[in-house]
């Protein structure tokens, strides 16, 4: 099963293909996630696009279709996937046509104020990636991992100036690609403003027996 998650920072695409990945037996690749493993371990790619990341820019689509492709060729990809943002634009979903083009794209539908709470609350592992939020899924003790009891820290892109970026970088260069998946009818939207436990089923919903 390949599946795209779209939607706007925030929207809840990461925290539902946390859940999903071990239901639908299939890796979640999250294109962010990729990066800031990169950032943390110091990495040439770290060092190129750690400023991008803080400021909400996009990384050039040459250097991010080439981590997907490379990450796709992994075993665990031979089954499918569920890739977290990545296409974001045009020219990225252009790209994966070309090597494995999705079977459904999720699109999550949320509005601007919910996003600001949401990312405004979000906190995060720095180790694992596991992420959490101050009200709407806090973990067990204030500001450390349930599992590695390791500080939780606010991700440099969630200020309040880089989320706002994020939003207007979203709108024109990703909201776009709605319409593109949807002439192609393998988009289906589902209401992201509500509990994560709904989300999810909605997802998983709208993705079985593909
Ligand atoms: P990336 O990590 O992909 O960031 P994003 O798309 O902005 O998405 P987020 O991780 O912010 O949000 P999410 O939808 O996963 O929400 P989450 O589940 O965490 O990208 C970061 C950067 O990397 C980009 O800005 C760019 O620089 C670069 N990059 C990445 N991909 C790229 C690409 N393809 N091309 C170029 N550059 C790229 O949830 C958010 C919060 O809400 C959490 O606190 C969570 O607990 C909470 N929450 C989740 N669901 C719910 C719910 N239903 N109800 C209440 N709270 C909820």
């Known amino acids: 099963m390949r599946l795209v998650f779209l939607g706007p920072p925030g929207a809840g695409k990461g925290t539902v293909a946390a859940v999903l990945k071990d239901r639908l037996g299939i ?27 803080a400021r ?18 992994a075993p665990d990809a031979g089954n499918g996937y569920i890739l977290d943002g990545f296409p974001r634009t045009i020219a990225q979903a252009e790209a994966l046509e070309a090597f494995s083009p999705p079977e459904k794209v999720v699109n999550f539908v949320i509005d601007d104020e919910e996003v ?40 440099p892109d969630d200020r309040p100036e ?7 970088v979203y709108r024109t260069q990703t909201a776009p690609l709605i319409t593109y998946y ?29």
């Not at 689509?61 to 490379?70: G, H, N, S």
């Not at 906190?123 to 009200?135: E, K, L, W």
């Open 116 to 155: 600001v709470k949401r990312l405004s609350g979000r906190r995060v592992c720095p180790s694992t990636g596991r992420v959490y939020h101050v009200i709407y899924n806090p973990p067990k003790v204030e500001g450390k991992d349930d599992e590695t009891g390791e500080d939780l820290v606010i991700r």
């Open 162 to 168: 880089a989320i706002r970026h994020r939003l207007e």
């Open 56 to 73: 909400g820019e996009l990384v050039p689509d040459e250097l991010t279709v080439a981590l997907v492709r490379e990450r796709l060729k």
């Open 182 to 210: 949807g002439k192609k009818s393998r988009l289906v939207d589902i209401p992201a403003d509500r509990s994560i436990e709904e989300v999810v089923h909605l997802v998983e919903q709208a993705v079985r027996g593909l």
């Open 27 to 53: 890796p979640h690749i999250s294109t962010g996630d990729l990066f800031r493993d990169a950032v943390s371990r110091k990495t040439d790619l770290g060092r190129e696009v750690e400023g991008i990341l």
